[in-house]
């Protein structure tokens, strides 16, 4: 039995014998896996020209929304996910971490995306750029789906994580994915591809599957394509080397495995609980996925006074796990995933003991639990200690993709920080400790070579989610070694899949371009106040101006004195004298409140409610005796989709208000949400 691609619409089984599989804790053959007879060049073709298209009819709500109807439909089906992890060794956590994790950060996107961006095909990205005296020449940045597809090569520690983290940004980005998944776990990447496939949720042609070889597949890539990559250092080398990929000057991310770092700050003592909480922090890091994880803690920073303390817990600790089938009851940690993987960790951890102490594990003598489990993929947790890391870099250089740890000990923070960076660059390093100072200085110091720092202490520890867990809205990725590019880190993800553009053009085209207004663009108005009108009959651009109000000192008084707000620039004539007011001014907060009052229609109508405020800025201060205007203007209309037991739909409407006075100086500026219904829901 083969394991097939989806690919331009169908499945196809491979032809030729392909590349046999086994069973992680049993190793009996499993599937096999083949691309032979793949046409690459149709993949792409068929990414682009049907997947492409498809997303890119829809709005980025939509594709979120399409997102959180897949997370809602696997979690449904997880249990046949489960089933199929077993194959891989995975325990019921290591799979909870693949599966779900992978499924909630689907759901993640899907909230990101409505939350932080507009219901457009296009994102426009920043304040407008004033580019004349008068205002008549500015630009604006947006962003549009490239017209490609993204190519995701994807390790084989977690199967379904390491796919939907890479698609969930492409999607809502609208461009088309085509996934690589590492051959030894395709198996279970092939499940969770079938479920999303069966589902009919996403467009047709967003999601396309190659189990086994890429063969010329990077040869077809275009100027619109982009790689990212998740494995080993080398291979990554390799791939971003690749002539088309150079030549076409194609986008190519690349998360690597890295040397990973865990320090024990120096003001931590044994009875401590920081000290309680690194150890078992670098104990489950070691075993949980049996190591094979990018985020795993590969080396272990602590005081040189408290390494022996440091080594003889670690060492009980570790002694502790139990080894075995994951069916079995009481077992912590499974198998690698293959007897190569064995192999390729045995022969990193000798090259290590040349230069290094093995303190425990590094050999056969490990029971095992499970009359199924042959020791062909088990390998017992390893420890081994670098007395002299300053001087040695074989711990610093070769990394162990298994449940294996080297300690090394410190004599101050300035080698703890040079010991870091010794690694030169991996995705995360955590620290323990309660002392601040100590935290700050061992992360402004070591920051440049990380992508992920975490501080952990008594404080934070039941809640951390812990060294090895990369979020859905934090960036995940490194410098150097761990290949210079990031995943993750909320809507920048989707950035990565989409183009920046700088538009330059006259106020009213920017507008036209990017449906939101700015200043100095033509406004237009009609009898009928804005907040009567439902959310489809406003026209961005749309203004109100309103009647003017003296503001006299009682208003002063009387904001002060129900707000309980006496500032001296307020109520103290000689202190507001000798300020950079020169005068007794009104309270920024009223300004804006009597603009409310200006603008705001007090009948009931289509405007629900008052949805917030941003960008606030006072720019000139009112004193007694000035004059106060507002300008109401629809800046940006966002449409909400109605949601299960709503009455009505709604869309938010952003409003630019300016407040000027009797010389028509703006003295605030900002921006007000409305949550306003819609006419035909």
């Known amino acids: 039995m083969k394991t097939k691609s989806y690919v331009y619409g169908e499945w196809v089984e491979g032809t030729g014998d392909g590349v046999q599989l086994f069973h992680a804790v049993n190793g009996s053959p499993l599937t096999s896996i083949s691309s032979d007879g793949v046409h690459f060049s149709r993949v792409l073709d068929y990414g682009r020209e049907t997947g492409g298209v498809a997303l890119r009819e829809l709005s980025i709500h939509q594709r979120a929304a399409a997102l959180r109807a897949?997370?809602?439909?696997?979690?449904?089906?997880?249990?046949?996910?489960?089933?199929?992890?077993?194959?891989?060794?995975?325990?019921?956590?290591?799979?909870?971490?693949?599966?779900?994790?992978?499924?909630?950060?689907?759901?993640?996107?899907?909230?990101?995306?409505?939350?932080?961006?507009?219901?457009?095909?296009?994102?426009?990205e920043g304040p407008p750029e004033r580019l004349s005296r008068n205002n008549t020449f500015a630009a604006r940045h947006i962003l549009v789906s490239k017209r490609g597809v993204s190519v995701h090569i994807n390790a084989y520690n977690f199967p379904c994580w390491g796919m939907l983290e890479k698609i969930a940004p492409s999607l809502v980005a609208g461009v088309p994915v085509v996934v690589k998944p590492a051959s030894?776990?395709?198996?279970?990447?092939?499940?969770?591809?079938?479920?999303?496939?069966?589902?009919?949720?996403?467009?047709?042609?967003?999601?396309?599957?190659?189990?086994?070889?890429?063969?010329?597949?990077?040869?077809?890539?275009?100027?619109?394509?982009?790689?990212?990559?998740?494995?080993?250092?080398?291979?990554?080398?390799?791939?971003?080397?690749?002539?088309?990929?150079?030549?076409?000057?194609?986008?190519f991310n690349m998360e690597a495995d890295s040397l990973n770092s865990c320090i024990l700050g120096e003001s931590v003592s044994v009875t401590d609980p920081e000290f309680s909480l690194f150890i078992e922090e670098v104990a489950k890091e070691m075993t949980i996925k049996a190591g094979q994880k990018c985020?795993?803690?590969?080396?272990?920073?602590?005081?040189?006074?408290?390494?022996?303390?440091?080594?003889?817990?670690?060492?009980?600790?570790?002694?502790?796990?139990?080894?075995?089938?994951?069916?079995?009851?009481?077992?912590?940690?499974?198998?690698?995933l293959g007897a190569a993987q064995k192999k390729d960790v045995h022969a990193n951890v000798l090259a290590l003991a040349k230069h290094c102490e093995i303190v425990a594990g590094g050999d056969e003598n490990f029971e095992l639990v499970g009359k199924a489990a042959c020791k062909g993929a088990f390998y017992p947790p390893t420890l081994l200690l670098c007395k002299n890391p300053?001087?040695?870099?074989?711990?610093?250089?070769?990394?162990?993709?298994?449940?294996?740890?080297t300690l090394m000990p410190?004599?101050?923070?300035?080698?703890?920080?040079?010991?870091?960076?010794?690694?030169?660059?991996?995705?995360?390093?955590?620290?323990?400790?309660?002392?601040?100072?100590?935290?700050?200085?061992?992360?402004?110091?070591?920051?440049?070579?990380?992508?992920?720092?975490?501080?952990?202490?008594?404080?934070?520890?039941?809640?951390s989610t812990g060294h090895g867990s990369p979020l859905p809205n934090l960036v995940h990725g490194g410098p150097g070694r761990a290949g210079g590019g990031e995943e993750l880190g909320g809507v920048r993800a989707v950035k990565h899949y989409m183009q920046r553009t700088s538009i330059q053009a006259s106020p009213d085209t920017l507008m036209a371009i990017t449906r939101e207004y700015m200043s100095g663009a033509t406004t237009t108005h009609t009898d009928i106040h804005p907040f009567r009108k439902y959310f489809e009959e406003l026209l961005?651009?749309?203004?109100?101006?309103?009647?003017?109000?003296?503001?006299?000192?009682?208003?002063?008084?009387?904001?002060?004195?129900?707000?309980?707000?006496?500032?001296?620039?307020?109520?103290?004539?000689?202190?507001a004298r000798d300020s950079l007011f020169g005068k007794r001014v009104a309270h920024g907060y009223f300004i804006i409140s009597a603009a409310a009052g200006m603008f705001v229609e007090p009948a009931p109508g289509p405007v629900l409610a008052n949805y917030g405020l941003e960008n606030l800025r006072f720019i000139e201060p009112v004193g007694i005796g000035d004059t106060i205007r507002a300008k109401l203007t629809a800046k940006k209309k966002i449409k909400k989709d109605k949601r299960p037991g709503e009455d009505q739909a709604t869309g938010v409407v952003v409003w630019d208000v300016e407040v000027s006075n009797q010389d028509n100086k703006i003295v605030a500026l900002y921006d007000i949400l409305t949550l306003v219904v819609q006419k035909q829901a």
């Open 540 to 575: 961005i651009g749309e203004s109100l101006v309103t009647h003017r109000r003296t503001v006299t000192e009682a208003d002063i008084v009387n904001f002060g004195c129900l707000t309980g707000d006496h500032f001296y620039a307020h109520f103290d004539e000689i202190a």
């Open 184 to 251: 030894d776990s395709a198996y279970l990447t092939c499940a969770m591809v079938q479920e999303i496939v069966a589902s009919r949720i996403l467009p047709e042609g967003s999601l396309q599957l190659i189990c086994g070889s890429t063969g010329d597949l990077l040869d077809h890539l275009s100027e619109q394509d982009v790689v990212t990559f998740t494995g080993s250092a080398s291979t990554g080398r390799m791939l971003r080397s690749h002539p088309n990929i150079i030549s076409k000057s194609i986008p």
């Open 295 to 336: 985020t795993a803690i590969r080396r272990i920073i602590v005081p040189a006074a408290m390494l022996h303390e440091v080594q003889n817990a670690l060492v009980k600790r570790l002694s502790r796990v139990v080894i075995g089938d994951p069916e079995e009851e009481g077992v912590h940690m499974g198998p690698l």
């Open 390 to 405: 300053l001087e040695v870099d074989a711990p610093h250089s070769i990394e162990v993709f298994g449940p294996v740890s």
């Open 410 to 463: 410190y004599n101050n923070i300035e080698e703890a920080i040079t010991l870091v960076a010794m690694g030169r660059g991996s995705l995360v390093s955590s620290v323990f400790t309660y002392n601040n100072e100590e935290a700050a200085s061992l992360i402004l110091e070591s920051a440049a070579w990380h992508g992920r720092m975490l501080v952990i202490n008594r404080d934070c520890a039941e809640e």
């Open 70 to 124: 897949l997370a809602k439909h696997l979690l449904s089906r997880k249990e046949s996910l489960y089933a199929a992890s077993k194959a891989t060794g995975a325990t019921k956590a290591d799979a909870w971490i693949d599966i779900e994790g992978g499924i909630a950060t689907l759901s993640g996107y899907a909230s990101l995306s409505t939350r932080e961006f507009s219901n457009e095909k296009f994102i426009v």
